[in-house]
């Protein structure tokens, strides 16, 4: 999955959230928003350490 499918699922999932009907529902998606943050910052960590290889060498 690329940084602009989990950056709209992101989106998705909070939008959700927002209009969820129940808390359990809020939370649910609340918790694959926060999923989708992360491996986020996991694909933009993996796409800078090249570049840090680099500097180092």
Known sequence: MD???L???QQISL???AGAASVEARYAHRELA?????R???AQAAA???LREGIEA
């Open 48 to 50: 800078r350490q090249p």
């Open 7 to 9: 950056y709209f699922r």
């Open 40 to 42: 986020i910052e996991e």
């Open 3 to 5: 940084l602009n499918e």
């Open 15 to 17: 939008a959700r959230a």
């Open 34 to 38: 926060n999923g989708y943050g992360r």
